[in-house]
């Protein structure tokens, strides 16, 4: 990145707790995404930390500079994992 973090970006092949007995239930008027499959996208500063979005609560899109899938305003996006650490 820009700023000399990093973004990691994975994909699932089913919504992530899809198989738990409690689904998952975002907070702050967030709406739960349906899509058969998760992405999460993670941000790490240049120390190695950082945080984590999905697309649980936010829509997939192209990203055409870094030719990958990302997710879609990333920025506006809840955030879901906090705490993240890059070892």
Known sequence: MPDGGERIIMAID???????PQRWKLTGGAKLMD???????????????????????????????AKTIALENYGGAPVLFMGVKKS
């Open 35 to 65: 899509y058969p499959f998760t992405i999460i996208e993670l941000h790490f500063s240049k120390a190695g930390l950082g945080e984590g979005k999905a697309s649980l609560a936010t829509k997939v899109d192209a990203d055409k500079d």
């Open 14 to 20: 089913r919504q992530l707790g899809s198989y738990e």
